[in-house]
């Protein structure tokens, strides 16, 4: 298992240079259409290591917007997540951190892992077991139980929305953002933006 973990760090290394090289590449082409500045390029040779190497992929981003006293904010937020490769991930070892541009909140594991069925994702009953204090799991594949039973990604197949609450400071009026940075036990630290878009609807997509 260890010379497995250590070849895979190896591959992940050589992939995310493999990739930085082809971003470059592909942007200097670009630039010389004077479309890419300096600045879009850092950012995303950052996205581009940042997401290699904290072994952990967020395909898909949703939130709902909720109201109060006629005020649409958005208030629960669901990010599908798999690991990049099959190994070992220990989710009570994540920590997320919310950051918008008045305050700071840190998010625990609320120890909820438990199978996603069907019906409607934000109104599943387990958001009832996790507060604006903490986060847990609706598993949407998980073969082996690892997910539910143990708490850890162990196969590149397993799939999970890590689900929260915003509490009312931090919550999302329209074109707001919020950036949710990621702590896994192993790797650096992953941070998304997070933009509100017009609340048309309940449900939104987050870019």
């Known amino acids: 298992m260890n010379n497995w973990g250590s070849t895979a760090l190896y591959a992940v290394i050589l ?3 493999i990739v930085i090289v082809s971003v470059v590449a592909a942007e200097i082409i ?3 259409a004077g479309t890419t500045t300096e600045e879009d390029l ?3 040779i950052d996205e581009t290591i940042q997401e290699y190497s904290t072994y952990l992929d967020i395909d898909f981003k949703i939130g709902k917007y909720l109201d109060n006293n006629g005020i649409q904010k958005v208030r629960k937020i669901a990010l599908q997540m798999s690991p990049l490769y099959s ?3 220990d989710l009570t070892q994540l920590t997320i ?10 998010l625990n594991f609320s120890g909820v892992a438990e199978y996603y069925n069907g019906g409607s994702l934000f109104e599943n009953i387990n958001w009832d077991n996790i507060s604006d204090e903490n986060f847990g799991f609706l598993v949407t594949n998980d073969r082996d139980g690892s997910i539910v039973d143990f708490h850890h990604f162990n196969e590149n197949s397993d799939r999970a929305y890590l689900i929260f609450r ?5 919550a999302l009026l329209k074109y707001d953002n919020l950036y949710v940075s ?7 630290t992953r941070t998304i933006n997070l933009k509100a878009p017009m609340p048309i609807k309940s449900v939104v997509v987050f870019d």
């Open 166 to 170: 915003l509490s009312n400071d931090i």
């Open 87 to 89: 190994t070992d991930i």
């Open 182 to 188: 990621i702590f896994p036990g192993t790797g650096i």
């Open 42 to 44: 850092n950012q995303m």
């Open 30 to 32: 670009n630039d010389t």
């Open 15 to 17: 992939l995310c240079g």
């Open 97 to 106: 951190q919310l950051l918008n541009k008045d305050n700071v909140k840190l």
